[in-house]
Each structure stands twice: as C-alpha cells, then as structure tokens.
C-alpha cells in the first residue's frame, strides 16, 4: 500500500495569473529503514522555456528538448529524509506538472528479509551462497 511507499512526492503548482506559474515540490523519506541512492524526481514543464529556480535543496537540470526538469539528490536516507523545490516558469496549465516521475535505487528491501543459509535438498549440507540485494522500481508516479 501507500504506507509501504518509501517516498512521498508532493508537488503544487499555482497559476500566478500573469502568464507565470508558481511550482513548489516536496519529498519526504516514508521509510527510515531505507537509503535511497541516486534519486530522480522527473517532473514535466509544460514548456520547453527554463525554470527560475527560487530555491532548492540537491541539483536540477533541463531537458530543454523535452521539456523535463530532473531533480536530483546523490542520497536520501534517515539523516537527508525531506527536501524542498521552488521554481516559476511561464504558462497556465498547471496540470501540465503531472505525473512527476521518481527514480532510484536501493540495496534496503520494501520487506527486510534474510537469507541466513542454504541447504541442499539432496543432502541437508550447506551451500555456500551470497545475497545480492538491488531496488529499482519499474514505475513510480506521482500524479
């Protein structure tokens, strides 16, 4: 469910009514349990026109031919676990900012489970084993 989540994406766009649109954005770690590593937080434009950037925690850059802002962070976890994006840019659709797309990835599971040991079926001996635990999410939206 939505609790299992490991990030909340928060995005309000508001039309300034002088041809310009006023855009804040918040993420929060759902899930301190969690480190999430090379965050993108995709978010459409409306526009192929640059952003002005009012105030950001992390980095952005533009994708000025599709008209996609990504906003990045390196890392989020219990001790980087909210963030906040302010921006303006011009239009008047402000549904045009929907969905905003969230990649990441992550060697905490959404389930914390273990494999203490492996044991062969034929004998009941040990195998010698090794975990490998990797988090992408295929699709995460935020609409």
């Not at 996609?68 to 994006?85: A, F, P, R, T």
Request: charge should be negative; include cysteine; glycine fraction near 8%.
């Amino acid at each position: 469910g939505e609790d299992a989540a490991p990030l909340t994406v928060n995005c309000w766009p508001e039309d300034e009514g002088s041809g310009s649109i006023n855009v804040n954005i918040e993420f929060e770690l759902n899930r301190p349990d969690m480190v999430l590593n090379d965050v993108n937080i995709l978010l459409p434009l409306g526009t192929t026109d640059p952003p002005a950037i009012e105030q950001i925690d992390g980095q952005y850059k533009v994708d000025s031919g599709s008209g996609v802002m990504c906003w990045h962070h390196d890392i989020i976890d219990s001790n980087n676990s909210s963030g906040s994006l302010e921006f303006s840019i011009g239009g008047s659709n402000v549904d045009a900012f929907f969905p905003c797309e969230i990649r990441f990835s992550s060697q905490s599971l959404l389930c914390p489970i273990q494999v203490s040991s492996v044991t062969s079926s034929a004998n009941g001996g040990p195998i010698p084993a090794n975990t490998i635990i990797s988090v992408v999410p295929d699709a995460y939206q935020c609409a």
